[in-house]
């Protein structure tokens, strides 16, 4: 499976992205995927998830209601639509794919929130 992640930016706070993660691959829909995020000097955490067994959402408390993750089944991509973005939602962030023991990452893409 190899993961390539687009629409990150520069943007002010209040404003909105939406990340996309194409996915290649058999079995797309069977994976568990994640969006983490890293910010300079802190560790790598995990933003949202689907899971791959119907389709499920779970998010991290500082996103909940302002980033919604979906996915397309038929194209293989999923997405990150990130709303009201503040100052420290800054970070890389990266799409996952995991399926039992097996995890693949992306390479990652910049989200900058600044004034």
């Known amino acids: 499976v190899q993961l390539v992640e687009s629409g990150g930016d520069s943007v002010q706070p209040g404003e909105s992205l939406r990340l996309s993660c194409a996915a290649s691959?058999?079995?797309?829909?069977?994976?568990?995927m994640s969006w983490y995020r890293q910010a300079p000097g802190k560790e790598r955490e995990l933003v949202a998830r689907?899971?791959?067994?119907?389709?499920?959402?779970r998010y991290t408390d500082s996103v909940k209601g302002r980033f919604t993750m979906s996915r397309d089944i038929a194209k293989k991509i999923v997405y990150l639509q990130m709303n009201r973005l503040k100052l420290e939602d800054t970070a890389v962030y990266y799409c996952?794919?995991?399926?039992?023991?097996?995890?693949?990452w992306g390479q990652g893409t910049q989200v900058t929130v600044s004034s």
């Open positions: 691959g058999d079995a797309f829909s069977t994976y568990d």
């Open positions: 996952n794919a995991r399926r039992a023991w097996t995890e693949y």
């Open positions: 689907i899971i791959g067994d119907g389709g499920s959402t």
